[in-house]
């Protein structure tokens, strides 16, 4: 089953414009929830991370917006860039008695026009 | 710089043969991991390993076994490599319960 649903699987913003991609989750039990960034021919790397004690984390153009009672968690990028293009996953993280995975969504991939 | 090293990063194999896949990290990290990657499927465990000898199953460990002799080695092994196994493999590696996993950039398998 898909702990993890992301949404959509691809997106087409254009250069200045919201990027927004969506999370959903099932088990309460996930602490952490990280977003990764993927470029063609390159492995995926840490982008923004948050804990499931605050609402919103911000990182320069990139936010996360986490929703705890309606298990979802978001990404904007502001301001898009063509350099943003790229796929994205979202993640979230089992408790450590369960062993601590990471669990992925399906991946996001986006293209910003010029 | 942290290094997570695939050292093939394309194959391309004939169904039935067996694949080694090999990864290597320079961080001494305890943890790491294998991944599969398919459009549209995402990121899906494979196998991982807590420590040196140690293995544990992930979410789609059929057809798939792996070795950790060494902590900087974690390697997979398709015992008869079949064509559903045509694929981008992604290993990493962490601290142990942290949330950061740093990725190679990928091996990518065509079983014909």
């Known amino acids: 089953q898909q702990q993890v649903k992301q949404s959509p699987q691809s997106l087409i913003v254009q250069k200045g414009g919201i990027s927004i991609i969506n999370c959903a989750y099932e088990n309460t039990a996930f602490d952490y929830f990280p977003w990764y960034q993927q470029f063609p021919g390159k492995g995926p790397a840490l982008l923004i991370a948050i804990n499931p004690d605050v609402s919103e984390k911000k990182e320069g153009r990139f936010t996360i917006s986490f929703n705890k009672s309606a298990k979802q968690f978001s990404l904007h990028i502001m301001d898009s860039q063509p350099g943003d293009s790229a796929t994205y996953f979202c993640?979230?993280?089992?408790?450590?008695?369960?062993?601590?995975?990471?669990?992925f969504g399906q991946g996001t991939e986006l293209s910003v026009k010029p | 710089d942290v290094k997570v090293t695939q050292s093939s990063r394309y194959l391309v194999k004939r169904t039935g043969e067996k694949v080694f896949l090999e990864c290597v990290q320079d961080?001494?990290?305890?943890?790491m991991f294998w991944y599969r990657q398919d459009p549209g499927l995402g990121l899906r465990l494979i196998y991982f390993s807590y420590d040196v000898k140690m293995k544990e199953k992930g979410d789609i460990p059929e057809g798939y076994s792996v070795s950790r002799e060494k902590k900087e080695r974690f390697s997979l092994i398709l015992e008869s490599a079949s064509t559903n196994q045509t694929s981008m493999y992604l290993c990493a590696s962490r601290i142990p319960n942290t949330g950061e996993l740093f990725f190679g950039e990928g091996s990518r398998l065509t079983v014909l």
């Open positions: 961080m001494d990290h305890e943890n």
């Open positions: 993640a979230a993280r089992e408790g450590y008695n369960q062993g601590g995975k990471l669990i």
